[in-house]
């Protein structure tokens, strides 16, 4: 059952940020999960209210959260990642154009430079790369330029686009009721509200969501530790787990027809992947383009009652959305209508006639 277009907010805020790397998945996520809305209310909640805000937080990727939760989510982050720049290696971009290394001195200067040159405006990427030319020469340019998140270790987040191209700008400046919080207490929080999103989960759970090679398995466990008179401890098909105290009742799931975009967050969140995906479907998955390198996370569901049921793609063409789905099993009638109903949904959301084909 999807919820009402006022609560749009609230769905980003519950689900811990919509994975946004990819805008159209990030759009079509919260399609899924708020009725009646289109892929302009997502932007206008972005761009012009600045009621959402994209930036690098989870995994150190692009993501959607709430405007007034952002520092919460980037001083989360700070307590996991490194604070002060560090050195880097010289790097070969996937472009073939090597980068020099750079001392620690080095990135710091960069990352001031950048502050400064977006203090009070947004840049292109490459208006960005020339003011932090102008301030500290051509050192950083290659990097800057290169489309990767590299800004000396500066923590931003993105502005309106210009056409296809993206803007960055200050996260305190871009936020209308920012504040610095405590990283450590912000950590916890952020545990708080993954287990009650995405439990039952272990501390290996949360730390494969949240962060990368940062955050150490011994860290995740004594995260949970510090919280530890917050939890339930639960078995899970024998396997010791965790959920917020007395959040222990787990309704039966209902029965449901998703098309879910590559990167959906319930694929995301989810680390028992065997029970996500049956064999059936894991096989679609490995001779996918993307699935083959990217696994679950990197393709389109078919979801019935929250199980993957095949793939599905789509393509714009003209005015239309062509939309083919390939179940990896004979699909009941019922299943089949729904199918016919969330290519109606994706249509509407987009502005575009569906066309539909149902392998």
Same mark, same amino acid.
């Given at each position: 059952?999807?919820?009402?277009?006022?609560?749009?907010?609230?769905?980003?805020?519950?689900?811990?940020?919509?994975?946004?790397?990819?805008?159209?998945? &990030?759009?079509?996520?919260?399609?899924?999960?708020?009725?009646?809305?289109?892929?302009?209310?997502?932007?206008?909640?972005?761009?012009?209210?600045?009621?959402?805000?994209?930036?690098?937080?989870?995994?150190?990727?692009?993501?959607?959260?709430?405007?007034?939760?952002? #520092?919460?989510?980037?001083?989360?982050?700070?307590?996991?990642?490194?604070?002060?720049?560090?050195?880097?290696?010289?790097?070969?971009?996937?472009?073939?154009?090597?980068? #020099?290394?750079?001392?620690?001195?080095?990135?710091?200067?960069?990352?001031?430079? @950048?502050?400064?040159?977006?203090?009070?405006?947004?840049?292109?990427?490459?208006?960005?790369?020339?003011?932090?030319?102008?301030?500290?020469?051509?050192?950083?340019?290659?990097?800057?330029?290169?489309?990767?998140?590299?800004?000396?270790?500066?923590?931003?987040?993105?502005? #309106?686009?210009?056409?296809?191209?993206?803007?960055?700008?200050? #996260?305190?400046?871009?936020?209308?009721?920012?504040?610095?919080?405590?990283?450590?207490?912000?950590?916890?929080?952020?545990?708080?509200?993954?287990?009650?999103?995405?439990?039952?989960?272990?501390?290996?759970?949360?730390?494969?969501?949240?962060?990368?090679?940062?955050?150490?398995?011994?860290?995740?466990?004594?995260?949970?530790?510090?919280?530890?008179?917050?939890?339930?401890? @639960?078995?899970?098909?024998?396997?010791?787990?965790?959920?917020?105290?007395?959040?222990?009742?787990?309704?039966?799931?209902?029965?449901?027809?998703?098309?879910?975009?590559?990167?959906?967050?319930?694929?995301?969140?989810?680390?028992?992947?065997?029970?996500?995906?049956?064999?059936?479907?894991?096989?679609?998955?490995? &001779?996918?383009?993307?699935?083959?390198?990217?696994?679950?996370?990197?393709?389109?569901?078919?979801?019935?009652?929250?199980?993957?049921?095949?793939?599905?793609?789509?393509?714009?063409?003209?005015?239309?959305?062509?939309?083919?789905?390939?179940?990896?099993?004979?699909?009941?009638?019922?299943?089949?209508?729904?199918?016919?109903?969330?290519?109606?949904?994706?249509?509407?959301?987009?502005?575009?006639?569906?066309?539909?084909?149902?392998?």
């Amino acid at each position: 059952m999807r919820t009402s277009p006022d609560r749009l907010l609230e769905v980003v805020h519950d689900v811990g940020g919509v994975h946004a790397q990819v805008q159209a998945s &990030a759009e079509l996520q919260l399609a899924v999960r708020v009725g009646g809305i289109t892929q302009q209310d997502v932007r206008d909640a972005l761009w012009e209210r600045r009621e959402l805000v994209k930036a690098w937080t989870l995994r150190g990727t692009l993501h959607l959260h709430p405007a007034d939760d952002l #520092p919460l989510w980037l001083a989360a982050a700070r307590a996991v990642w490194a604070g002060e720049p560090q050195e880097l290696e010289a790097w070969v971009d996937p472009k073939g154009e090597l980068h #020099p290394a750079l001392e620690r001195d080095e990135v710091k200067e960069i990352r001031d430079a @950048v502050l400064d040159a977006l203090d009070g405006r947004c840049l292109l990427r490459e208006e960005l790369a020339a003011q932090v030319m102008q301030r500290i020469g051509p050192k950083a340019h290659g990097r800057l330029s290169s489309g990767f998140a590299f800004f000396g270790g500066a923590v931003l987040c993105q502005g #309106p686009p210009q056409g296809s191209k993206i803007t960055l700008a200050r #996260p305190d400046q871009w936020v209308e009721r920012w504040e610095d919080l405590d990283e450590q207490e912000s950590l916890r929080e952020v545990c708080r509200r993954y287990l009650r999103t995405y439990g039952p989960a272990t501390p290996k759970d949360f730390a494969e969501w949240f962060a990368s090679r940062q955050f150490k398995p011994a860290d995740a466990r004594a995260l949970f530790d510090s919280i530890g008179n917050e939890l339930d401890e @639960v078995d899970v098909d024998g396997r010791a787990a965790f959920v917020l105290l007395g959040d222990t009742d787990f309704p039966l799931p209902a029965v449901s027809v998703r098309l879910l975009p590559e990167y959906d967050v319930y694929v995301m969140g989810f680390r028992e992947r065997d029970q996500l995906v049956p064999d059936a479907a894991r096989r679609q998955v490995a &001779a996918h383009g993307r699935g083959k390198y990217e696994g679950p996370a990197g393709v389109r569901f078919l979801m019935i009652d929250g199980i993957a049921a095949g793939l599905w793609e789509r393509k714009k063409r003209g005015k239309g959305i062509e939309l083919r789905v390939t179940p990896s099993r004979k699909l009941e009638r019922a299943e089949r209508a729904g199918i016919d109903a969330e290519a109606e949904r994706i249509g509407a959301f987009l502005g575009l006639e569906p066309v539909l084909t149902v392998e």
